[in-house]
């Protein structure tokens, strides 16, 4: 299979995998940087009627009161679902965006900084976590910095959090009481073995995790007709992966 | 309220003053920016609302910065911007992290007057961890033991920014880009660049003054055409992708940035 090849099936499995995790949400906010999950929210707005609030758009995004009015109505539960990356996820789904090496004064390298990450990882109820470079470097057992944690002290005031981490290789389900990370399914190519060998952090695996179940034929047609023209205007360079060539 | 050139709108600027940014998606002067490049003070200090891109970024690139507080520098989907991630690495910049909201919210204590803002989140961090400005405190209004984080008022000195259109009073339409709004009012003064000036009062009609930033705030403004290039204005023109791309190629090394600068910088703007 050529790399082209192997890539678009990988992202489709994540596409299918974060698709599969809005069920049933109504309002979903895309942040920065983020085309596999504005992809993904496009598609739920197209098969159920979903809610996007794409940030960096101007067609798929409807706030009026400026950059403020995302956080505020986050803090208010009007939104169900959001996205978050990072240069490190740990295994407790601690996650890095300021840099590698010792923070503040030590860093080796420096990421683009926590955007609003660390105040949504803690106020929207569903954190899909996304990183397709699926690498012991890129999902070790510690990140080097936390720009937002996992989980929280029982005390703090914290309605959200992580519930899922999609990669390029797995999905798996987060535990917020138990603080870990459980396979739930494997994309195409993948096996127990490959996968223990690319993670940095340990996680709960049962032996006969299924496959990541791809996109329906339904759902490309909505991808080819629809959703790659709405989410060109946001991420010209991704929406020319999804069309056909 | 003035009309000015971009030089003088600039020229504005003192040495040590704090100066509000947008994000490139929402109204950037890159007139103004281009104006800095040339001659500028080495003292910038930056508070983006609430993160930055290429402007930050060329600014840090010739040393104009002393200081940024920012929840991220990034040039969006044309990748990481490399000046930045070497001035902060190599500590060239005072920079103080911050999160999205954490600007909003200090900012909006800035327009009420008030001392503080409380913030949900942030606790555990490492950002919060090394912001010894920023405090801890038990919710007052709750037996509960519910710790809440105060944020200290931001009020920049300067508000600069690009909007498409102006009126011969000063009134500056930003539309829904609101949080320009929030900026100017919680600056002392704003500077402002705009692609024209219109005849007529924008306050006249409701459907142009709900979008209206009253000439109160501003103090100054400078008609720049295409202002924001290789950034985008509006519904006017989009960001240059391209340019973006070919920037975030450039200034992987001194050279390319170098080369790319010298560009920017030759590019005369088109006087009104």
Redesign the interface.
């Known amino acids: 299979m050529s790399r082209d090849a192997q890539a678009a099936r990988r992202r489709e499995a994540m596409l299918a995998a974060i698709l599969r995790r809005l069920e049933g949400c109504r309002t979903i906010a895309v942040g920065a940087s983020s085309p596999l999950p504005g992809t993904a929210a496009l598609l739920a707005r197209a098969k159920w009627g979903a809610r996007v609030l794409m940030l960096g758009s101007r067609r798929h995004n409807s706030f009026t009161d400026g950059g403020r009015e995302l956080f505020d109505i986050a803090a208010q539960g009007r939104l169900d679902a959001f996205f978050l990356s990072g240069g490190q996820i740990d295994g407790s789904a601690n996650i890095n965006l300021l840099g590698i090496g010792s923070y503040p004064d030590g860093l080796i390298q420096r990421f683009p900084g926590s955007f609003g990450s660390a105040y949504l990882y803690f106020v929207v109820p569903k954190v899909i976590l996304f990183r397709e470079e699926h690498e012991r470097r890129t999902l070790p057992e510690r990140v080097d910095v936390v720009s937002a944690p996992g989980t929280s002290p029982a005390h703090v005031h914290r309605p959200g959090g992580p519930v899922a981490l999609v990669t390029g290789r797995c999905v798996f389900g987060f535990d917020r009481s138990a603080g870990r990370f459980s396979l739930e399914s494997l994309h195409p190519g993948e096996d127990a073995g490959s996968l223990r060998a690319a993670t940095g952090f340990d996680y709960d695996a049962r032996d006969d995790a299924p496959v990541t179940e791809g996109l329906s034929e339904a759902d490309h047609a909505l991808i080819r007709d629809r959703v790659a023209d709405e989410i060109a205007e946001t991420y010209p360079r991704f929406a020319a992966t999804l069309r056909p060539t | 309220m003035r009309f000015v050139s971009t030089q003088e709108l600039v020229a504005g600027l003192a040495p040590g003053d704090l100066i509000a940014i947008p994000?490139d998606?929402?109204g950037v002067s890159m007139a103004a920016t281009r104006a800095l490049l040339r001659a500028g003070s080495d003292e910038l200090r930056l508070i983006a609302?609430?993160?930055s891109g290429l402007q930050a970024e060329l600014l840090i690139g010739v040393g104009r910065v002393a200081e940024l507080e920012?929840?991220?520098?990034?040039l969006?989907?044309a990748g990481?911007?490399p000046r930045?991630?070497?001035a902060?690495?190599n500590?060239r910049i005072r920079?103080r992290?911050?999160?999205?909201?954490?600007v909003?919210?200090a900012l909006?204590a800035a327009e009420k007057g008030i001392p503080f803002m409380p913030?949900?989140?942030?606790?555990?961090?490492?950002?919060?961890a090394?912001r010894d400005d920023w405090r801890v405190v038990p919710n007052p209004f709750t037996k509960?033991?519910?710790?809440?984080v105060l944020l200290p008022a931001i009020a920049p000195d300067v508000a600069l920014f690009h909007a498409p259109r102006a009126d011969r009073d000063g009134n500056v339409w930003i539309g829904?880009?609101?949080?320009?709004?929030?900026m100017a009012h919680a600056s002392r003064r704003s500077l402002v660049t705009v692609e024209e000036v219109v005849e007529g009062s924008l306050l006249a009609h409701e459907e142009s003054a709900a979008g209206v930033l009253p000439a109160m705030y501003v103090e100054a403004i400078a008609v720049a055409p295409r202002g924001a290039w290789p950034l985008g204005c509006?519904?006017l023109y989009d960001a240059d992708?391209v340019e973006l791309?070919r920037y975030a190629a450039a200034a992987r090394s001194a050279d390319g940035f170098a080369a790319w600068l010298e560009m920017f910088l030759g590019r005369t703007e088109v006087l009104a």
């Open positions: 994000p998606y929402s609302v609430p993160t920012a929840a991220a520098v990034s969006g989907e990481p911007a930045f991630a070497d902060v690495r500590r920079m992290d911050t999160t999205c909201p954490a909003h919210a909006q913030l949900r989140g942030l606790l555990g961090t490492d950002i919060l090394h509960a033991d519910d710790p809440i829904r880009r609101r949080e320009l709004a929030t509006q519904d992708d791309a």
